[in-house]
């Protein structure tokens, strides 16, 4: 029985190692796998800002209805990017208080995305509440994000992604637009450790 068991396991150990290997070198000349290793390669003295502990915290990419992800790069600029790998599109999402109010973070950039006044979107490094958001479930499989602070002769501001992968102007965006709708997808392991 053990000398079957040892004969059998051989050739299965074999085969793991060659699966491993065979995967291994896939890897390396996988253009997607090399653009996330790059992603790791950067400084990391942006750590940290954490001023809010608990609380859900929910790694997603936010995929608009107009096909881009939304990403908040270095300099704290919000944009799309059509990349599915860039590593400025990794947000962390936490729920801020209850009925669905939410901050979202960077993973990276360590900025948190906040809509001013005007409507503008910007990458803050402090949270306040400029930079709450109100989760709004849409009837078609698609979420909405307005403004919790700021809203335009009473009606609400939303983050938005243009078809050009542009932020709209908060008083521009309509909780019905397109550009207005996003699906937040998850994120590979490797990816959750990018701050
Ligand atoms: C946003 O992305 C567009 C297209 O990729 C680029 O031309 C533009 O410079 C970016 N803007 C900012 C503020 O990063
Ligand atoms: C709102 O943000 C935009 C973009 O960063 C900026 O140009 C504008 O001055 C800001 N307006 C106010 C009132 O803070
Ligand atoms: C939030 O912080 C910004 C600076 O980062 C400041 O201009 C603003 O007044 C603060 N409060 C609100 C509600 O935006």
Redesign the pocket.
């Known amino acids: 029985m053990r000398k079957w068991t040892l004969r059998w396991k051989l050739p299965e150990f074999a085969c793991k190692l060659w699966l491993v290997l065979l995967v291994s070198r896939v890897c390396v000349c996988d253009g997607d796998q090399a653009a996330v290793t790059d992603c790791f390669k950067h400084e990391r003295h942006t750590r940290n800002y954490d001023y809010m502990e608990g609380g859900d915290v929910r790694i997603r990419r936010l995929y608009s209805r107009t096909q881009w992800f939304l990403m908040i790069?270095e300099f704290g600029?919000i944009?799309?990017t059509q990349d599915p790998n860039n590593c400025y599109s990794v947000l962390e999402i936490r729920t801020v208080s209850e009925g669905g109010v939410l901050a979202i973070k960077g993973l990276k950039s360590q900025y948190y995305i906040s809509m001013n006044r005007t409507g503008m979107l910007q990458g803050k490094k402090d949270y306040n509440d400029s930079c709450n958001f109100k989760e709004v479930f849409l009837e078609n499989y698609y979420t909405a994000y307005s403004s919790v602070k700021w809203t335009k002769n009473g009606k609400e501001m939303f983050i938005s992604l243009s078809q050009k992968?542009?932020p709209l102007r908060g008083k521009k965006t309509r909780k019905e637009s397109i550009s207005s709708h996003f699906i937040p997808r998850k994120c590979r392991e490797d990816e959750k450790k990018l701050a």
């Open positions: 790069d600029n944009n799309g992968g542009r």
